[in-house]
């Protein structure tokens, strides 16, 4: 299971893909997932989010749990779109519809958005974001480069200390 950030009517929609039939592997990649999502916001600081589900017939429960937790935390506005009927229920336990209903595609979820929030997704935070490359891949290229700098900021100055005798 994966994230790809588009596009969409210049608003920023993350697309469910890369579904596993492998559901041992499918509840470690959703947990994993949430906290990427969770650091992925935190570093672009985007104010909305906004899921296509396109239409998956199975979204793995434990994601979507971890998604609610994280709309409690955040506080920013989240928007679903091609929800089918099992993650549906879910959302609606949540009561994930009290704010935005469910929504048919991206581009009714970001009119509603943009209705009760004007100007929310004309902010510069798209311009950190990687498009159509996998939010996964995305976040691991970067913890590589941040890693690599800490390394080389941490060496020690070279200095021949026998010359200042």
């Not at 906004?50 to 994280?70: A, C, G, P, R, W």
């Not at 935070?125 to 480069?145: M, P, W």
Request: glycine share 4%.
């Amino acid at each position: 299971m994966d994230i790809i950030p588009t596009m969409v009517d210049g608003a920023v929609v993350l697309n469910i893909c890369n579904v596993s039939l492998d559901r041992k592997k499918e509840e470690d990649e959703s947990n994993r997932l949430a906290v990427y999502i969770h650091n992925w916001i935190k570093q672009i600081k985007l104010g909305y989010l906004v899921f296509d589900f396109q239409e998956e017939k199975h979204i793995n429960t434990n994601f979507l749990v971890e998604l609610m937790q994280l709309r409690k935390r955040l506080g920013i506005p989240f928007l679903f779109s091609g929800v089918l009927n099992e993650s549906k229920k879910i959302l609606e336990a949540y009561s994930c519809h009290d704010s935005y209903p469910l929504f048919w595609t991206p581009d009714d979820a970001i009119r509603a958005l943009r209705i009760q929030n004007p100007g929310i997704t004309e902010n510069s935070a798209k311009n950190n974001i990687k498009f159509g490359k996998s939010l996964t891949q995305t976040l691991k290229s970067n913890t590589k480069i941040n890693t690599k700098d800490k390394r080389e900021k941490v060496k020690p100055p070279t200095q021949d200390y026998l010359s200042l005798l």
